[in-house]
């Protein structure tokens, strides 16, 4: 009863308390416990600065969830689509910097995309990870406002000096495309 009473009588600050206890968990512990206990501490502390960097972003809104490999030193990122599971892909130096500047130097960061019909963590109704209805919403396709002759011919111009003639046909295209699609939008 001693000890609760030592306690009980002194103030301390959290972060002197966890400190407390930390080592005396480290103390106390075998090798092997001790080796997982790092284990532990690393795995948050990634996961710290994963959360740090990427959450409350576009991009971290994506991620479906996160698994480190401390043998690898390699934390892996599953992304709810694979457009997402490519640019973040594009930007994983960026984020493995602005990590190892928060205290977590991975090695390496690998995207994968999740299994169809998962979503990221919050935006499904059964809560984290759920499995969701993958059936696409009906689309009613809205009808292209065709180009005028002075912007159909303006076009034609644009591409002219373009030697090769599929790729000019299919840059025109795209083009039009674009064009329609702007002024259907009422840009």
């Not at 994506?62 to 934390?75: K, M």
Request: with cysteine; glycine share 6%.
């Amino acid at each position: 009863m001693a000890k609760r009473d030592d306690r009980l009588r002194e103030t301390r600050s959290l972060e002197g308390f966890l400190g407390a206890e930390r080592a005396r968990l480290f103390d106390d512990a075998s090798p092997e416990r001790r080796e997982q206990l790092r284990a532990a501490e690393r795995t948050r502390a990634v996961y710290s600065a994963w959360n740090a960097v990427c959450g409350g972003t576009r991009e971290g809104k994506h991620a479906t969830g996160l698994h480190f490999a401390a043998e690898r030193n390699e934390l892996i990122v599953y992304m709810d689509s694979p457009s997402w599971t490519q640019e973040m892909t594009m930007l994983r130096e960026i984020v493995r910097a602005r990590m190892a500047a928060r205290g977590a130097d991975v090695d390496a960061i690998v995207f994968k995309t999740s299994r169809a019909g998962y979503q990221a963590v919050g935006d499904t109704p059964q809560g984290p990870r759920g499995r969701i209805d993958t059936t696409p919403p009906p689309r009613t396709p809205q009808p292209r406002i065709p180009l005028t002759s002075d912007e159909s011919d303006r076009l034609d111009r644009e591409v002219a000096p373009i030697e090769d003639a599929a790729l000019r046909s299919a840059l025109k295209s795209a083009m039009k495309a674009s064009f329609e699609w702007s002024k259907t939008r009422g840009e």
